[in-house]
């Protein structure tokens, strides 16, 4: 069975409204990331996370919070969305401390903010 | 400029050819991954390096950290590599992987 799963898979917002992207993972892994996918940018890091508890900025952070509750979980909020973060968003684990040295990825979120 | 850098970025090939995609770093990076997106979106780990190479099957990637290179090499294309094939890489402090825009690979019969 899927180890990072992603909800929802798809969501339309309004402009100015409140979005959670919620992401779980299986694998306890330490590390979790949120990336968004736009054409012509590949994936950039939003936030990520060491470890429940952790939230770190990433290179995109601005129009977005995260939030890391537990060891599963990873949560992206943004508090007053904007059509420009209209995009696909990937959540990712990985932990290399125990030699698990790959990013493992959620299915994606596809976003569309009107 | 771009820290990472992929060529070509799209490629269409023939069924049993091969080839060769490349990433250039304008970063120090220290590790690379590289990860196939496929036609419906799902990524895929292909590889994680440490300078040297790593061979799975038809693909086989190198990583050179002191030229800033990173190369996946397919062999005898099929018709399902097709998709988006990224390189990240991570430099010192590591948890912070910067994206190529990806190769756009279409493997034809």
């Known amino acids: 069975e899927a180890a990072v799963t992603q909800s929802p898979r798809n969501k339309v917002a309004v402009t100015g409204g409140k979005v959670t992207l919620s992401c779980n993972q299986t694998?306890?892994?330490?590390?979790m990331y949120w990336y968004r996918q736009d054409t012509g940018h590949g994936l950039r890091l939003i936030h990520y996370s060491y470890g429940a508890g952790s939230t770190e900025k990433g290179d995109i952070p601005d129009g977005y919070k995260a939030s890391r509750p537990s060891q599963e979980n990873f949560s992206l909020i943004l508090e007053l969305a904007t059509p420009s973060q209209t995009s696909v968003y990937f959540c990712?684990?990985?932990?290399?401390?125990?030699?698990?040295?790959?990013?493992?990825f959620g299915p994606g979120t596809r976003l569309l903010v009107l | 400029g771009d820290k990472v850098k992929q060529s070509p970025s799209a490629l269409s090939l023939q069924e049993g050819t091969n080839s060769a995609l490349r990433c250039n770093f304008s970063i120090a990076a220290t590790t690379v991954q590289w990860f196939l997106q496929n036609p419906r979106g799902s990524l895929m780990n292909l590889f994680y390096?440490?300078?040297g190479t790593k061979e799975n099957g038809r693909l086989k990637s190198a990583f050179d950290s002191k030229e800033s290179y990173s190369t996946l090499h397919i062999r005898d294309a099929q018709l399902e590599d097709s998709g988006t094939y990224f390189c990240a890489a991570a430099g010192t402090g590591g948890y912070k992987v910067v994206f190529g825009s990806g190769t756009r690979l279409l493997v034809s019969p």
């Open positions: 990712a684990s990985g932990d290399r401390d125990i030699n698990q040295d790959t990013q493992y």
């Open positions: 390096l440490v300078p």
């Open positions: 694998n306890n892994h330490n590390n």
